[in-house]
């Protein structure tokens, strides 16, 4: 069996270890090095508009309410009761303005505040036995928004999310930001694939190799015209920050055309030539390349195509988002929502959404195929034949390291990072690099836990009290009714 | 939470006309002919969606079907909704429906090749009239069986289904079936067959 530095080296080197896709040890020093630090996207804004409106979502095990609170301000909560550890919250969505424990009836504010605990006195002796002032729910260690994309680092200290977007918030701003009034979701569905989570990230990050082979069928029925060989190896990968992508090549056209091409109405394309860069636009209007899947770093990907949904020529393009939620080292829960701009016209709306479901989610006829490849090769992975055999994922790079086809010039890719076209593996290798950047730099043991109440508060919980301020109602917190069920 | 197949239906974007039929009256007596022709044909459909027979099944569906399956979603009792706003997993007329079954026999649906064996379980049917002319509405509860290859374990979809049955010359045609999935996180693949 090969050491872990081999491993990692092999993995640079563009040759895969096939086992890190079934890999118990592996999955465990991803959740140790990777998921404890890394920035991991759990919804959007759009999902929670109303104060008390929430979402339950998790970062591997540990799951958060993500409410906004009656300020507007987004939160994250451990949903994990301070007393016995009940989950304070067991649906996957609603609005309530309280949380209530269910087993000892321990109350919070959607801000995460505690304000109920039966009989204080009694039992605690009131403030003198448990400090209510100040104490909240542990907040998320850290939680950040880019175009009300929110994200959870379990590292209290990971650097401002748009630095670890980096460059690649250009590309995001074409999914997520078609106007000012960016982007809303729906969804999620969910599934469960009996597959590692490296590999949706891979694939979707600059797998442009499998698009002929793999959705044949969908050409074949008429429902993308895109992806047939000759025309997917004219798209480029890119690779910017902390993310990279693929797009299609379009035909020639002025910046209007090539956007009515996709099937985007002129009202839209209007407001994203008054939102977008002069950069942002030139990547579509000079360049000709139109954004298609990507992923940013380590699981979320998005993706962008322009199917016909009804009987025809037209075609409409749809936005999907997802996250590849690991479960375990061959399992990934799949959480795939749909996104539109939010002043998109209405009927753009219902045709774009119905160009989601027939392509991309649990019924989509793109994802069909790949899904079940992905499974496959999970399982072929985790036999003893697979730790003697390196994957190869050189593509698009000669012996000696150098790129088959030089990357585009300034003149040709106004967009950020380096971009090649044709066929290529350069964004799973960056994919990968990171990977094992992370999960080769061991972190720090766990610092001392954080207790509320009776002990002294420690630094970063007294940050998040003094953040939502301090309950000043006293005894008459306590009484605050609860509302909508969450608490149930 | 009561399935009202209309009201669901009616919610969707994409309900374009589709019929609007809703229940009347208590279930039709098992013995009544018209509840035998409507357990007959869902025994029948089942048979076709085991064998994967996708054009006889196109056959026996409406023009102006709306084929729907909400997501689910897991909320707190008394919220009002145990389905994802406007999100489902299928919301489909016939094109789309038409455009599914077409990739199924082209020799490149990779994802049902090796096939999968299915067994559509259905059972607790019963059979009501309707306010529309012509018109029956048939509840079942579904148990798909869905194995693939010999490595993986089976999985399995439990629903409940409201279907729309309208009278036509040629038999009983599917004119709307709403699909209530018992399960917010799918423990299947993919959702390459049909309930």
Known sequence: ?488 | MTLIGADISAESVLNRGATQARKVGRSLSFGDERHLALSRWLVEEAYTLDDQRYEDWLESIAEDVHYLMPVRVTTALGAGYTTSPGMAHWDENKYSLSRRVARFLTEHAWTEDPPSRLRHFVTNIRTFETDVEGELIADSAVLLFRSRGDTNEAATISAQREDVLRETDDGYVLARRVIMIDESVLRTQNLAIFL
């Open chain 1, 1 to 488: 069996m090969p050491t872990e530095t081999t491993i990692y080296d092999d993995v640079r080197n563009g040759m895969l270890p096939a086992h890190i896709y079934n890999d118990a040890e592996i999955f465990e020093r991803e959740r140790r090095n990777l998921f404890s630090r890394a920035w991991v996207f759990v919804g959007h804004e759009s999902e929670i508009p109303q104060p008390g409106d929430y979402v339950t979502r998790k970062v591997l095990d540990d799951s958060f309410i993500v409410v906004r609170d009656e300020q507007g301000q987004v939160r994250a909560h451990f949903n994990m009761c301070l007393h016995r550890g009940m989950q304070v919250c067991r649906a996957e969505m609603g609005n309530a303005s309280h949380f209530r424990c269910p087993y000892h009836g321990w109350s919070y504010r959607n801000d995460g505040r505690i304000v109920g605990l039966p009989f204080h006195k009694e039992a605690y002796g009131g403030e003198e036995g448990f400090s209510r002032k100040g104490a909240t729910l542990l907040p998320a260690p850290n939680l950040d928004t880019y175009n009300g994309l929110i994200f959870i680092s379990m590292d209290p200290d990971a650097p401002a999310l748009v630095d670890y977007l980096g460059d690649f918030t250009f590309f995001l701003d074409f999914y997520t930001k078609q106007s000012e009034a960016g982007i809303e979701l729906r969804g999620p569905q969910r599934w469960r694939v009996k597959a590692n989570w490296k590999i949706g990230a891979e694939n979707f990050a600059g797998d442009m190799y499998h698009t002929p082979q793999t959705h044949t069928s969908v050409v074949e029925i008429g429902l993308f015209r895109e992806p047939k060989a000759e025309k997917r190896k004219d798209g480029n990968t890119y690779w910017a920050g902390n993310g990279g992508g693929t797009t299609y090549k379009l035909p020639p056209g002025t910046l209007e055309e090539r956007l009515r091409y996709v099937g985007y109405p002129d009202e839209m394309i209007e407001r994203m030539k008054e939102t977008w860069s002069p950069e942002q636009l030139d990547v579509i209007g000079e360049n000709g390349f139109m954004i298609s899947a990507a992923s940013i770093f380590p699981n979320m990907s998005l993706v962008h195509n322009w199917p016909m949904v009804e009987d025809g020529e037209d075609v409409l393009p749809f936005i999907s988002l997802r996250t590849w939620v690991p479960i375990s080292e061959d399992e990934t829960e799949v959480y795939s929502w749909f996104a539109v701009d939010a002043s998109a016209p209405d009927e753009f709306k219902e045709l774009s959404y119905k160009a989601y479901l027939m392509c991309f989610g649990s019924t989509g006829m793109f994802e069909q195929d790949d899904v079940e490849n992905w499974v496959s090769l999970t399982n072929t992975a985790k036999g003893a034949m697979a730790r003697r055999l390196l994957l190869n994922s050189r593509m698009g790079m000669l012996k000696d390291g150098s790129p088959v086809v030089p990357p585009l010039d300034s003149d040709e890719w106004a967009g950020p990072g380096v971009a090649h076209v044709g066929y290529g593996e350069y964004n799973q290798r960056h994919m990968l690099e990171r990977w094992a950047d992370y999960l080769e730099d061991d972190v720090p043991e766990p610092s001392r836990p954080e207790g509320m109440g009776a002990v002294r508060m420690t630094p970063s919980a007294a940050a998040a009290a003094a953040a939502a301020g301090e309950c000043d109602g006293g005894e008459t917190c306590e009484s605050e009714p609860t509302t909508e069920g969450a608490s149930s």
